[in-house]
């Protein structure tokens, strides 16, 4: 299946501070999507990415879609107590419908 | 507001036992997925479907589980028999075929003593 590596596996940072993280593929996505997962939910869409080179803002997050199509970054500025949970990226596999998810980036943001 | 529904919340069963998840999609959707997510191997694809087609269940072990949409209003996984090992939060999610994003629901947490 889908390789979606991410990084870092887990962060821990001050209130305020800006938070940087990543994913790369194995394969060429055509999609890149971030989600956010809180404890005992189920992740949710943040943003969506379609093509290569774009750059998407969501509030205090930006994401963007990697020139090589191989990868995908998220940035969260100004981090809020709020911001903590699992960060996934997920995109298409070879199949086009289904949606792969990448390993996880655990953000604990201290007040 | 739409969401997706999934029953029960939380489950826990015994070895043997068979086990059936269901999952009400977003009203409109015509594609559903199936996860299952662990500590240790993350979010992973069970089965998708596509108006109601399997299309892929490669990442669902054959032998026990079985993922069905008897229609467009229920998806249903089901374990049987279940195993220690199978003990995991398992998500349905729904979208739209051809388009990004799926929607989440809160899952089921299953566990087998």
């Known amino acids: 299946g889908q390789q979606l590596n991410q990084s870092p596996q887990s962060m821990f940072i001050q209130e305020g501070e800006d938070v940087s993280m990543n994913c790369t593929s194995s394969?060429?996505?055509?999609?890149w999507l971030w989600y956010k997962q809180d404890p005992g939910e189920g992740p949710v869409l943040l943003i969506a990415l379609y093509k290569a080179g774009e750059l998407t803002s969501n509030g205090r997050l930006t994401a963007q879609f990697g020139i090589t199509r191989k990868d995908s970054f998220l940035n969260i500025s100004a981090s809020i107590p709020s911001d903590v949970g699992i960060y996934f990226c997920a995109g298409p596999g070879a199949g086009a419908n289904n949606l792969f998810f990448g390993t996880g980036t655990r953000l604990t943001v201290i007040p | 507001d739409a969401r997706v529904t999934q029953t029960p919340r939380h489950k826990v069963t015994e070895m043997g036992q068979e086990v059936t998840m269901r999952c009400q999609p977003i009203l409109g959707h015509n594609t559903v997925f199936w996860y299952r997510q662990t500590m240790m191997q993350g979010l992973e694809l069970l089965a998708y479907f596509r108006n109601r087609a399997p299309l892929d269940d490669s990442g669902m072990p054959k032998d026990r589980f079985s993922a069905e949409m008897p229609d467009a209003t229920l998806a249903t996984l089901k374990i049987q028999p279940s195993e220690p090992r199978d003990s995991a939060v398992y998500f349905c999610?729904?979208?739209?075929?051809?388009?990004?994003?799926?929607?989440f629901g809160q899952g089921t947490r299953l566990t087998v003593v």
């Open positions: 999610a729904s979208g739209w075929f051809g388009a990004s994003g799926a929607f």
């Open positions: 394969s060429i996505f055509n999609t």
